[in-house]
């Protein structure tokens, strides 16, 4: 059967006709593609738009096209828009062939002559690929309500009460002893000075008690098979040595343990805890958790001081790591971020100079509930300080270290200038690069500070030094840096340094990522489906990323991702099922010689062996028809729908214009 062809020249404003002659592009080809079954070929300002996609309906119907060629912008923007179209008009979506003459053609290109030939070439390739194309349907995919939220901070627990709130089931699982994340360890949050815990442990709270929701802490995910609307997730619950269905969380058993061991995570190896411990007390859940590595029983077999007092016998020294499997429908990942490790940028001297401080531990000093209830004080414990630097962007913005900015750090800053300004009195000063403060209230906050007295030096410090060269700087920090408004350098004396360290991806984000079949970015942050317009998708149907595992952001930037997340799960869940992309991998059983290199390389766990078969075998819901299998198959057992050889030989054969008189550059 001989194809109708329609082609249909974009535009895009300037963006395409300002480097290319669409008119001509458009005119050439109802001239010299007629021969291949183009019968309409025209152009317009913007093809995307509701009159643009109209043209198209309306030339489907009436002219009985059978396949239609758009030259614009990439598929990967718009080829959905030209799709519905075709659909709308009764072709098959997947008739339609996108050639992209803006990103390949005209925003790589100045000379018009050659982007006018070059924007031929490629319409030439597509019409010669779309005759190839076959109608093709959309997987349809049934979803298990039930949804897994991996990681119990803010973003985590908004998910999870949004979903579970809706009327749906939700696992929450958090690797630590208690949800709450990083926000449980701050004070006050910027720019409101809100107390966190006041507004976090009400969220907390509701996320501990909610009837859809299960509370899985102390656990960690380590398998994840299966696909969207049917994962299969196996969850390791670690030993708590305490029987949960018995501890009434009265506290008596870390009253009476008599090992006191340095709290390294929640109060930044500023305070103390016991071997059996709650994180802090208003943690949730409120039952304790025994660290095996420090209990005196698990080290010398004697003690059990927690196991005689506990009045409930809620003690269980012989208590296993358990696996758990839940098979759920989506999966959100609000697995945070670390904080940059200061001992990095030697030459600020935390970990050598101890009145060097880490911003989480002026969290800690700063917080009521922390180890020294609030009071701010040099290492000692009891002085003062007089004077205090605040560096900016440690880690972050740095080319050493890592280049981008890590988004809450100058807050952070300003907030800690306020607490010790308010607290202590001292004079503060704060070394910065450049002062962002972009969002709602935050540069109110700023003019606050500065009206406070804080002093603000603009430049990159060098170095924190505690050799004094003037008789001022004796028994003093002294910061050595550029000022950029003064012209000059400068050697400021302090008591104290509070570094604002920046945030870095979580150190497992690569293993946590492949076991959910999802990338990294150069980075290291999970990379989304697309940056503005999908940012809480990511390329595996079904899985969602929140907070700053997708990158560093504040509070409220976490809380409305952790929604946005949940509201395109709820949409999932409530289509009760999910149409796939039909563009897939298979594999020819009969060429599979079963070397398996193909298992290995697939970036989403798409591929398995079948081995009583000796076969590899795709499982056509993950697979996202990257094309990587097929490429590598030495055998060549494996052809991609929608990428067929006869598609891109035909492709190619349009590129070369073969069967066409030359074009003239
Ligand atoms: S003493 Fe027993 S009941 Fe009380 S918190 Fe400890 S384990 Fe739970
Ligand atoms: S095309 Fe092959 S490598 Fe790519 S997602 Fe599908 S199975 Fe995996």
Redesign the pocket.
Known sequence: MTEKIGVYVCHCGSNIAGVVDVEDVAKWAAEKLGRQGVIVARDYKFMCSSLGQELIEKDIKELGLTRVVVAACSPHLHEKTFRIAAQNAGLNPYLVELASIREQVSWVHTDKAVATAKSKAVVSGAVSRVIENTPLEEIKVPINPNTLVVGGGIAGIQSALEIANAGFHVYLVEREPSIGGHMAQFDKTFPTLDCSACILTPRMVEAGTHPNITLLTWSEVVNVAGYVGNFNVTIKKKARFINEELCTGCGICQEKCPKKVIDDVYEAGLGYRKAVYTPFAQAVPNYPVMDKENCTYFEKGTCKACEKFCPTNAIDFNQQDQLLNVEVGNIILATGYDLFDARRVSNYGYGRLPNVFTSLEFERLSNAAGPTTGNIVLRDGKTVPKSVGIIHCVGSRDRNFNNYCSVICCMQGLKFAHLVHERTGATVYNFYIDMRTAYKAYDEFYQRVLEEGTLFVRGKVAEVTDAARYSNEKGKLIIQTEDTLAGKQRRIPVDMVILSSGLQPRHDAKEVGKMFGISCSTDGWFTEKHPKLDPVATMTEGIYIVGCAQGPKDIPSSVAQGAAASARVLDKILQKEVALEPV??TVNKEMCSGCRI?NG???????AFLADDNVSE??PA?????????A?CPAGA?S?TGFSNEQIIAQIDGLLMRNLEPVEA
């Open positions: 897939k991998a193909c390389l697939c970036p989403f766990n798409a591929i795709i499982n993950l697979c996202q028809g990257c094309g990587t299998c097929v590598a494996i991609g």
